[in-house]
Structure formats: C-alpha cells, structure tokens
C-alpha cells in the first residue's frame, strides 16, 4: 500500500502564487509518475502536470507557461509552483501517484485533495 499526503492551497488574489506539495509513503519500490489534476463541480478530472522518473514533463493546456512541476525522486515527493493565478485555476488539486509496490504491482494512487480558490 502507498499513501499520499498533499500540502498547500488556500486562497490566493488574481496574479498571485501558490506551492502544492505532495509526499508518497508505503512500500513503494518505484515511483513511475507524479503528478497533479484537479477538478470543479459538475466537471471531469483534468489534467495540471504530470512528470515521470525520467524527468518527462506533460502540462494542460491552460497552465502550460504558468505553473511548474518538480519532483524529488529520493523523496518520493512532488511540487507544484502555481504562478500568475486567475479565477479560472479555482478547483480541488488532486496529487495523483503512478507506483510500483513492494507487493501488490503497479497502482495509481489520489491524494484526499486541496482547494485552491482564485479570487479578489
């Protein structure tokens, strides 16, 4: 089994900055991907970023110059630098983990999600 703890989010003005963070734990032998989505009501799960072991990065569209993923493989932690933020970016960030376990095989995990607001 793994687990994902998220960190950061709240409440930000128009053009502001936040840092989410996520730390995975368990039996983890291999971290595959890392990455965050998020999600507003009465919409599907979207894609924010998604890095890989090997450093492979995949933005969505609407964040792609804004935000930056980074990641720590000896950690088993990843971040996420939300710059220039509008109204639009108001959702429930998601860490989403991609991991090879001790027993089990390969899963994909979620983080219990953070709110990050966007407003004036």
């Known amino acids: 089994q793994a687990q994902l703890v998220e960190?950061?989010?709240?409440?930000?003005l128009p053009g502001g900055s936040l840092r989410l963070s996520c730390a995975a734990s368990g039996s983890i032998v291999s971290m595959?991907?890392?990455g965050w989505y998020r999600q507003v009501?009465?919409?599907q799960r979207e894609l924010v970023a998604v890095i890989t072991s090997g450093g492979i990065i995949n933005y969505g569209d609407s964040v792609n110059g804004r935000f930056t993923i980074s990641r720590d493989n000896a950690k088993n932690t990843v971040a996420l630098q939300m710059n220039s933020l509008k109204p639009?970016?108001?959702a429930i960030y998601y860490c989403n983990a991609d991991v090879l376990l001790l027993i089990g095989?390969?899963?994909v995990y979620?983080?219990?999600g953070t709110q990050v607001t966007?407003?004036?």
């Not at 960190?7 to 930000?12: A, C, I, P, Q, R």
């Open 7 to 12: 960190s950061g989010g709240g409440l930000v």
């Open 32 to 34: 595959i991907a890392m």
């Open 41 to 43: 009501p009465g919409k």
């Open 88 to 90: 639009e970016d108001t």
């Open 105 to 107: 095989g390969r899963r």
């Open 110 to 112: 979620w983080g219990q």
């Open 118 to 120: 966007v407003s004036s």
